[in-house]
């Protein structure tokens, strides 16, 4: 969305960042609110707006459109779109923006309906979603397989077609789950078809994605309710489990 902007976005949102960072952020009053709704509902493809405040860059906007944040000026007369960086601390404002706005209830997650497997003492804990025919997921499954300490719960989603649906059928109905998923995954080797009556959760599954707003896979889920939505290294995920684990036992 909007990758027009992005080059604009940066050279504006780091540069300006100075002595005014320290300013607070506070929502915006109902009618600027109202007033800037109206004006962005005409930018085709944008969802709508839910929300606004301002930033610590003066007259600048932060507007929040679904999972996602964009930035504005005061009128709503153009958008910018990127990362807002604190060049002093070298913090990621947007993206702390982002973790706060999509946090989840990470114990309320439903994990009767995941394929579970842990390495070591599996004390640290993430979620995925995966499709079973999604390559970026199979990549990620790889990445994870080195990381230590931890119990995987992973909720298969059925968006990349039929096929789709049936191995999730096959793999969640047959005897055990998680070495047919982890087989399909790694190494290739196709689940087996199951026989007999087996209710998958796979639609709730896919109901649980939406509500999530999960917009594809591979997306993970860290014990803070934090996410990351896309594949990653393994020493990514360390570090994101690592902090999770900080704030979770802080």
């Given at each position: 969305m909007f990758s027009k902007f992005r080059g604009l976005?940066?050279?504006?949102?780091?540069?300006t960042m100075g002595p005014v960072a320290q300013a607070q952020s506070g929502e915006l009053p109902i009618g600027q609110l109202t007033a800037l709704k109206l004006?962005?509902?005409?930018?085709?493809?944008?969802?709508?707006?839910?929300?606004?405040?301002?930033?610590?860059?003066?007259?600048?906007?932060?507007?929040?459109?679904?999972?996602?944040?964009?930035?504005?000026?005061?009128e709503g007369d153009y958008i910018v779109e990127g990362q807002m960086m604190e060049v002093k601390s070298k913090r990621n404002l947007t993206e702390e923006r982002l973790?706060?706005?999509?946090?989840?209830?990470?114990?309320?997650?439903?994990?009767?309906?995941?394929?579970?497997?842990?390495?070591?003492s599996g004390?640290?804990?993430?979620?995925?979603?995966?499709?079973?025919n999604c390559g970026y997921c199979k990549h990620l499954e790889k990445e994870i397989q080195q990381v230590k300490d931890v119990t995987v719960y992973t909720f298969m989603i059925p968006i990349l077609g039929d096929d789709s649906k049936v191995k999730l059928d096959n793999i969640w109905c047959v005897k055990d789950r998680t070495q047919a998923w982890r087989d399909w995954m790694l190494t290739g080797a196709p689940p087996a078809k199951a026989f007999g009556m087996c209710a998958s959760p796979g639609q709730r599954?896919?109901?649980?994605?939406?509500?999530?707003?999960?917009?594809?896979?591979?997306?993970?889920?860290?014990?803070d309710?934090?996410?990351?939505?896309?594949?990653?290294?393994?020493?990514a995920i360390e570090q994101r489990l690592a902090r999770a684990s900080a704030k979770v036992g802080g």
């Amino acid at each position: 969305m909007f990758s027009k902007f992005r080059g604009l976005a940066m050279a504006c949102l780091v540069l300006t960042m100075g002595p005014v960072a320290q300013a607070q952020s506070g929502e915006l009053p109902i009618g600027q609110l109202t007033a800037l709704k109206l004006k962005l509902s005409r930018v085709p493809d944008l969802p709508p707006v839910e929300s606004a405040r301002t930033t610590p860059i003066p007259g600048l906007i932060e507007v929040k459109v679904g999972n996602q944040v964009i930035y504005t000026d005061a009128e709503g007369d153009y958008i910018v779109e990127g990362q807002m960086m604190e060049v002093k601390s070298k913090r990621n404002l947007t993206e702390e923006r982002l973790d706060e706005i999509n946090k989840v209830d990470f114990a309320s997650l439903p994990f009767k309906d995941a394929i579970v497997w842990k390495s070591g003492s599996g004390k640290r804990r993430l979620v995925v979603f995966a499709d079973p025919n999604c390559g970026y997921c199979k990549h990620l499954e790889k990445e994870i397989q080195q990381v230590k300490d931890v119990t995987v719960y992973t909720f298969m989603i059925p968006i990349l077609g039929d096929d789709s649906k049936v191995k999730l059928d096959n793999i969640w109905c047959v005897k055990d789950r998680t070495q047919a998923w982890r087989d399909w995954m790694l190494t290739g080797a196709p689940p087996a078809k199951a026989f007999g009556m087996c209710a998958s959760p796979g639609q709730r599954n896919l109901a649980l994605s939406q509500k999530l707003r999960v917009q594809g896979t591979p997306s993970m889920f860290f014990e803070d309710g934090s996410r990351l939505a896309q594949a990653a290294g393994a020493a990514a995920i360390e570090q994101r489990l690592a902090r999770a684990s900080a704030k979770v036992g802080g």
